[in-house]
């Protein structure tokens, strides 16, 4: 008898233990290579004894040209493990990497809750997604491609706005470059080049990406607005547009051309410089009252300065001045510009100010970008900006903090 409840409370331990032992966290990275730029999914299973309760938060490493992006809503089911009934929530990702070799992802933060049971108290919960390396390979005939896109189609059209024929200096038409391809993010698709002749200017305004999920399909979209300036007369062609990518089905690298434009343009006409006698009669009020005010100012200039810089100091307080200057640097992918000016904007916001994960995401990839190795790619601003621009709209944006004295001033206004 005593030998048999031995054996009978040791085999209930070892059931303990083993039914402890359970990872509430395991990642399933299915793919062992890929090509560069190629869609990588894999999924990270969550495991909970009850219900889960509110959103799951994932703290994503960055990896130095690697994007990685959640794909759709979770999935949640039930597994029978050791006697015991666990609900386990399967999370969906996607790696895209311009980088050839080993990738090696390390173990990262998840935070999530969940029941006691299904109507218990909940518990939150901290734990660690382990790693996992994939090798990402370089197609052949690839090497002289800066950004490579894997995927089994790309379409790319355009539109112009005015279309492009005969003009003067001075002119401006604005071309939309829109590209859709399956199984890609829009953030992983090529931005457009934006080489031009001398005698044309060319403006990238920031890049519009949409991605879309169909019963698991995932398909991305990006436009990209480029406005020319004609700035001399002449005629100047605009070089054509060679979109490159790598079907991994076929094995082949396939190539979509946006045709070369040509602009024949003219000096911009010259204003006429006489004037009727009728018209010079008409001007002589404006004259007038010009002088007049002229005369007011140079007698009061000290106070309208004066009311002009408290005017500028109340509406461009110092935190509107560096927002201002961050989103300007982020346009012109500007990285060192971006960095002061975000120090400059952190600087009037209180201690207690934390930025959001995604803000804080995108301030790390600035960050990197500078400080760290030298990227495949220079650093592109849309992110910083969209992220800033969230933060600062959104309802628990932090304001500008006010100092206080402790010693009274000593000449104080009245």
């Given at each position: ?11 209930a331990v ?14 399933r ?42 794909i ?14 666990w ?15 080993r ?5 990262f ?36 491609i ?33 590209q ?9 698709l ?37 406005t ?31 045709p ?15 004037k ?27 106070r ?56 804080r ?17 220079s ?36």
């Open positions: 008898m005593k030998t048999t409840l031995a054996l009978f409370i040791t085999l070892l059931g303990s233990a083993a039914r402890a032992e359970v990872a509430p966290v395991s990642v990275a299915p793919d062992a290579k890929a090509w560069m730029g190629q869609r990588v999914p894999f999924y990270v299973e969550l495991r909970a004894t009850g219900s889960y309760a509110g959103v799951a938060n994932f703290d994503l490493p960055q990896l130095p040209g690697t994007i990685i992006m959640k759709g809503n979770p999935v949640v089911s039930s597994q029978e493990i050791e006697g015991q009934s609900f386990v929530q399967t999370h969906e990702f996607a790696l895209f990497s311009q980088k050839s070799g990738l090696d992802m390390p173990a933060a998840v935070r999530f809750s969940s029941h006691d049971g299904f109507t218990g108290p909940v518990k939150d919960q901290q734990v660690e997604a382990p790693g996992w390396s994939v090798e990402i390979e370089r197609p052949p005939v690839s090497e002289k800066g950004f490579l896109i894997t995927t089994e189609m790309l379409d790319v059209k355009e539109t112009w706005d005015p279309q492009p024929g005969p003009a003067q200096v001075g002119a401006i038409f604005k071309r939309s470059i829109v859709r391809a399956p199984e890609l993010s829009g953030m992983a090529a931005p457009a080049p934006t080489t031009a002749p001398d005698g044309i200017r060319v403006y990238s305004g920031n890049a519009e990406t949409k991605d879309r999920i169909d019963r698991g399909s995932l398909s991305g979209e990006r436009r990209d607005t480029l020319y300036l004609l700035t001399k007369p002449g005629t100047f062609t605009l070089p054509a547009l060679a979109y490159l990518w790598w079907n991994p089905k076929t094995q082949t690298l396939q190539s979509q051309t946006l070369a434009v040509t602009f024949d343009v003219a000096p911009a006409p010259i204003a006429p410089t006489s009727s006698a009728a018209a010079r009669g008409r001007l002589w009020p404006w004259l007038l009252a010009l002088t007049l005010v002229a005369g007011i100012g140079a007698w009061q200039w000290r309208f300065v004066g009311w002009g810089r408290q005017a500028w100091k109340k509406h461009n307080p110092p935190d509107r001045v560096a927002a201002r200057k961050l989103l300007r640097a982020c346009r012109r992918n500007d990285a060192a510009g971006a960095e002061v000016a975000w120090s400059a904007w952190q600087n009037t916001q209180g201690t207690a100010f934390q930025p959001d994960p995604k803000l995401s995108a301030i790390l990839e600035l960050q990197r970008c500078l400080f760290g190795p030298p990227p495949a790619v650093w592109q601003g849309d992110a910083l900006a969209r992220a800033f621009s969230e933060s600062l709209t959104s309802p628990k944006a932090f304001r500008p903090h006010k100092r206080s004295f402790d010693l009274p001033l000593l000449n104080p206004q009245a």
